[in-house]
């Protein structure tokens, strides 16, 4: 064991989360106000249509045509990204939307104005989300010149839409916070983004609002809108911002592939500040990137945010399960936080020196670092229903990890004073794949990082896969080392033989 979970530390700072959210506040969201603004005891309930955008071509801008990476590929992404969310971040600007998140290719942002629930209310801000959407999608979808220099590569998107009631909050450790939306409206939208065709999906719920019905039996997340439906949004939207008016902005902050730069950072990663990072200052080693995603909190949302006394128990639950992730991660193991997507945990971990990275350590530390994190997650899940009996569904919340070592990037990328933290490498996009796979009670390893784990630590894991990874069992592998009969008693097998039972069907976002 290269580090310990400090069961001591853990137990003190769950029960100081608990603290910060025994009063909950639910505000009506009447008025501009900063994500970044709300406390952690407080959630602003809204109206609003939710936009997903993602990127689908981002494993091909990150590799050669034989599937590997460089620094040439990586600086490749980076500029990349650099420019499609500038032009995004441009657009949700002009056109007076909130923007919540960009995570390396996903982006979520909120339309709520013009503010009210009727009916009437919410078919503009839907018909202004379509031409919004469009915007995007022309915006991005050009491959852009740089004079002396490779294009620009276009951006193959997908976007989701939905509208609908949500909460806004904003939590995670002290200093480093993040905004969230949770309800369905947001989650349904990010299922519409998923996929592998390019086009704007609207949900059945959002059909509906503005009359574009279906068939019966018809899967809007294969249907998308028409280019004569997209046309009927935008003439009801009437916006006055065009692309030229994007890409004239754009030009003005062009980069050449030269004018990005790599360096090392020294492992651990825990004091390693983004907000010094940028494209001439990026850093690029092996590390490993985990995805912890707190598995069935869609459905646990969506069965108490009809109450008042619900939605103050989402932010609770919410609030102190993500916080307590993070604070393992960061302080028991010595590892970042790159962010929060929603309700899932993306971390990093890097042993080694600044010339090198220890792929071994860095991988053993990982292991014992995913087992803490869900040591604590189930500690925090006893507490709360302890301290708030009446919070319904906390049995069905479990925590699906996937994690992988590989080459990976961490800059900032957009405008300073706009920019959006951005670790990116295949090895991220394979830990999220693993995480996605997993049910709530397994832990998936990816296989390189599976080749550098130690032999101790490899008895609890059959296909890769471990089901119910806890530090104990981690500590008992460890201490069972010199016997490998031994080490087969302390396993996981003894209780869980049917492993694949911790695998889902097949990868959602949800």
């Known amino acids: 064991m290269y580090y310990n979970w400090i069961k001591s530390r853990s137990d003190a700072h769950i029960e100081n989360l608990i603290d910060q959210v025994s009063d909950v506040t639910i505000k009506k969201y009447t008025r501009d106000k900063s994500l970044s603004n709300i406390r952690v005891n407080e959630a602003y309930s809204m109206n609003a249509v939710h936009l997903y955008v993602d ?23 980076i500029r990349f990204f650099d420019s499609h969310v500038r032009a995004i971040k441009f657009i949700l600007d002009k056109t007076d939307c909130i923007f919540v998140d960009f995570h390396n290719q996903r982006l979520h942002a909120v339309i709520a104005k013009p503010y009210d629930a009727n009916v ?42 939905d509208s609908g009631f949500a909460l806004a909050v904003n939590n995670g450790r002290r200093s480093n916070r993040e905004p969230l939306f949770l309800g369905d409206p947001a989650n349904h939208a990010a299922k519409h983004s998923c996929g592998t065709a390019v086009g704007i999906y609207l949900t059945p719920n959002a059909r509906n609002i503005i009359d574009l019905n279906l068939e019966d039996g018809q899967d809007t997340k294969k249907v998308k809108l028409k280019a004569s439906e997209i046309e009927t949004s ?51 080693q092996e590390i490993v990137s985990i995805y912890a ?39 028991d193991f010595k590892g ?25 350590k860095s991988v053993d530390v ?43 990037s961490l800059t900032r990328v957009g405008k300073i004073g706009h920019t959006s933290r951005y670790a990116i490498g295949v090895s991220t996009i394979a830990s999220e794949d693993a995480q996605k796979v ?7 390893i990816g296989q390189t990082a599976y080749s550098h784990l130690s032999d101790n630590y490899k008895e609890l894991f059959k296909n890769q896969i471990a089901a119910d990874l806890t530090y104990e069992k981690v500590t008992d592998a460890d201490q069972a080392e010199e016997s490998k009969n031994e080490s087969a008693n302390n396993s996981i097998y003894d209780s869980a033989p049917n492993i694949h039972g911790g695998l889902k069907a097949h990868a959602l976002f949800k």
Do not use: W
């Open 366 to 408: 990982a292991t014992e670092a995913v087992a803490a994190i869900r040591s604590s997650f189930l500690m925090a899940l006893d507490r709360l229903q302890d301290e708030f009996p009446d919070i319904s569904g906390l049995a069905n919340v479990g925590l699906a990890i996937g994690y992988e070592i590989g080459d990976v």
């Open 55 to 77: 990127i689908l071509n981002l494993e091909g801008i990150l590799t050669t045509q034989n599937g590997t990476e460089s620094e040439t590929t990586h600086k490749r992404a």
């Open 438 to 444: 997993c049910l709530g009670n397994a832990t998936k």
């Open 336 to 360: 970042k936080r790159v962010r929060f997507i929603g309700d899932c945990l993306h971390g990093l971990i890097c042993e080694g020196t600044s010339q090198s990275t220890n792929h071994s």
């Open 234 to 284: 935008k003439q009801a939207a009437g916006l006055t911002l065009t692309c030229n008016d994007v890409l004239n902005d754009l030009k003005d902050n062009d980069k050449k592939l030269q004018d990005f730069s790599f360096s090392r950072t020294t492992p651990p990663l825990k004091d390693l500040d983004f907000n010094t990072l940028y494209y001439k200052s990026a850093k690029r």
């Open 293 to 331: 995603d707190i598995d069935g909190f869609t459905k646990f949302v969506s069965d108490n945010i009809a109450s008042e006394e619900g939605q103050k128990n989402i932010v609770r639950t919410l609030h102190v399960l993500r916080s307590e992730m993070d604070d393992t991660l960061y302080q």
């Open 120 to 161: 009437d209310k919410e078919k503009d801000r839907l018909h202004k989300a379509i031409a919004i959407a469009d915007l995007i999608m022309e915006s991005v979808q050009q491959k852009r010149e740089v004079d002396g220099d490779a294009a620009i590569e276009a951006a193959d998107i997908r976007i989701g839409i």
